[in-house]
């Protein structure tokens, strides 16, 4: 027999299945031989935490080994074949779902192997600089692969994100992300998820090439047929195109080619580091912190200032801030955290929404500006030269403590990080562009009184954070996902300003296939 019951207990009964069942023994008298989570999510609205659970007890039978049906990848290595450029989530569920529709994907990556890809990561610490191909943005699992792996996306709309869950979990993501509200993976496991999912597309007879930049797009009487990547002409019907947000090289050829782009709002600001206990105790409302039983803490913040959102992005309790440039002369910062996010700091984005029309306000040299639909992205590279020259031209971050910041000085010393590269003192407040510093300083004052201590001088800013999103959109057609000139070209996942996130991308990868799939008659 089997029963559903939704509970509302302490943290300590909701540890584990063991801890569960325990409860369900004492308190409602049910013998279960087995116990699974179907819903996971923590009320720490108050000062007693809740955890909220939909549990199913099994009484004198087994649970299923999983609670979905195994997706089926069969051998297509004769079948029609669809190239997809970049092998982030957007490119690599994109190639699944071609499989899963008799399709032959090709993919090409301009960067390693996600383990190569490890290697070069590590040496930005020690040489300071950053390979152009090999980085936190490029590599196999693209932007994602060194991340938090927060895998909740707020758009429920675009399509199926239980698909995408179950898809990771087939490849060897816990199963615990199909149950939790905010379920997430984590750097250190990532990288064995992703490399299954590539030895599925190889093991079905797909191709992956890696350090293979696609450097041209071919076209024909207004029909994509392929594309010249690492000096050879590749040849195909249809080619989804899922470069991510920070192949500028990608956006400039498009831009040259007259290939339709506009440019796309995205959010600038800095990373804010916090040693996690701090963060902890204010949102577990308790002096002892997270205690034994409950994760670290997470928080999410908006408000507006001046007619602009300010809010908080991609928090990563228990991380790391990371050096995510992804070419030289910049220095950019993003977050990352093992899967037990059991780090000494907690760290988060903390940007101003932009719009194209504010483009105005950053007095950026327009006559240096070829087309006004790059416009953001220069606004972009602006701000990630300047902290790279702050920082002495090395991957060091310019940084200040949050209460220097708030309150315009130079910081006389610095918090300890988890920023690898190292931490140079700079007046954030007075270079970065008064548009995005004001709102930020009125928002830290704000927050600040809303959460007793997270306004703080051991908290630390640092600079800058400028790869939210892309900063231009590939116009497609909405019904048919093709770019709105050339048939045949799908323009897929957060570089093409169709998603903002892994899930998001991955989805938005399924549609394209399928889109692409639907192109090709099948
Ligand atoms: C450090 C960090 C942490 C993040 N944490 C999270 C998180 O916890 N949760 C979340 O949802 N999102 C997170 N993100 C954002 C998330 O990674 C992206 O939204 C997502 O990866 C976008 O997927 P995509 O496939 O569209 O593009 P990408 O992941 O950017 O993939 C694009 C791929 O295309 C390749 N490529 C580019 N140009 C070419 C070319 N010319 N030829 C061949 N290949 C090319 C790139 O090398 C790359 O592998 C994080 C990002 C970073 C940088």
């Not at 093991?203 to 930049?213: A, L, M, N, R, Y």
């Not at 590749?234 to 400039?252: E, F, N, P």
């Not at 803490?297 to 228990?318: D, I, T």
């Not at 000494?344 to 719009?355: A, D, F, K, L, T």
Request: proline share 5%; glycine share 10%.
């Amino acid at each position: 027999m089997v029963h559903e019951l939704n509970l509302r207990i302490l943290p300590q009964q909701a540890y584990n299945e063991q801890s569960i069942q325990a409860y369900l023994r004492q308190e409602k008298g049910i013998k279960a031989d087995a116990v699974r989570v179907v819903r996971r999510s923590l009320d720490a609205r108050q000062r007693t935490i809740f955890v909220n659970l939909t549990v199913r007890a099994y009484v004198g039978e087994e649970p299923p080994l999983t609670d979905f049906e195994p997706y089926i990848y069969k051998d297509v290595s004769e079948k029609p074949a669809v190239i997809v450029v970049g092998a982030g989530p957007g490119g690599l569920f994109a190639a699944l779902r071609l499989i899963e529709l008799g399709l032959k994907p090709i993919v090409v990556e301009r960067g390693k192997d996600v383990r190569e890809r490890k290697k070069d990561i590590a040496r930005i610490r020690p040489e300071q600089k950053v390979d152009p191909e090999s980085n936190y943005s490029f590599g196999e699992g693209g932007a994602g692969a060194y991340s938090d792996g927060k895998l909740y996306t707020r758009s429920k709309k675009r399509g199926n994100t239980d698909r995408i869950l179950q898809i990771f979990v087939q490849h060897g993501a816990s199963p615990a992300i199909l149950s939790d509200a905010h379920p997430h993976i984590g750097t250190d496991r990532l990288p064995r998820v992703i490399e299954n999912m590539r030895n599925t597309i190889l093991s079905c007879g797909g191709e992956v090439h890696f350090q293979t930049k696609m450097t041209e797009l071919i076209i024909e009487e207004g029909r994509a047929c392929g594309i010249v990547a690492g000096g050879q002409e590749m040849k195909a019907s249809a080619v989804i195109l899922a470069t991510g947000h920070s192949a500028r090289d990608v956006y400039r050829h498009l831009a040259e080619n007259n290939i339709e782009i506009e440019a796309k709002g995205l959010a600038i600001g800095v990373r804010l580091e916090h040693p996690a206990h701090l963060i902890d105790q204010i949102q577990y409302h308790s002096k002892q912190g997270r205690g034994k039983w409950l994760p670290a803490a997470e928080y999410s913040l908006v408000s507006q200032v001046q007619g602009r959102g300010v809010y908080s992005f991609c928090m990563c309790p228990g991380g790391f801030v990371v050096p995510a440039a992804s070419g030289p002369e910049q220095v950019v910062v993003n977050g990352m955290s093992p899967s037990n996010r059991n780090g000494r700091w907690s760290n988060s984005g903390m940007v101003v929404e932009i719009r194209p029309e504010d483009f105005e306000q950053f007095k950026i040299d327009k006559t240096i500006i070829p087309d006004l639909s790059l416009s953001l992205l220069y606004l972009q590279e602006e701000l990630e030269r300047q902290c790279w020259l702050q920082a002495n031209r090395l991957q060091t971050a310019p940084a200040q403590r949050m209460t220097d910041f708030v309150n315009g000085r130079l910081s006389a010393d610095l918090n300890e990080s988890s920023y690898a590269p190292g931490l140079i003192a700079s007046p954030l407040h007075f270079w970065m562009p008064d548009f995005i510093s004001t709102r930020l300083r009125e928002a830290f004052k704000l927050w600040g009184k809303q959460k007793h201590g997270f306004l703080t001088s051991e908290a630390t800013v640092i600079g800058i954070e400028t790869r939210t999103s892309s900063p231009v959109r590939i116009l497609r057609d909405n019904e048919t996902l093709q770019h709105i000139r050339i048939s045949g070209l799908f323009p897929c996942g957060e570089g093409a300003g169709y998603a903002g996130g892994i899930v998001s991308a991955a989805v938005d990868g399924e549609r394209c296939a399928e889109s692409a799939a639907t192109y090709l008659n099948l």
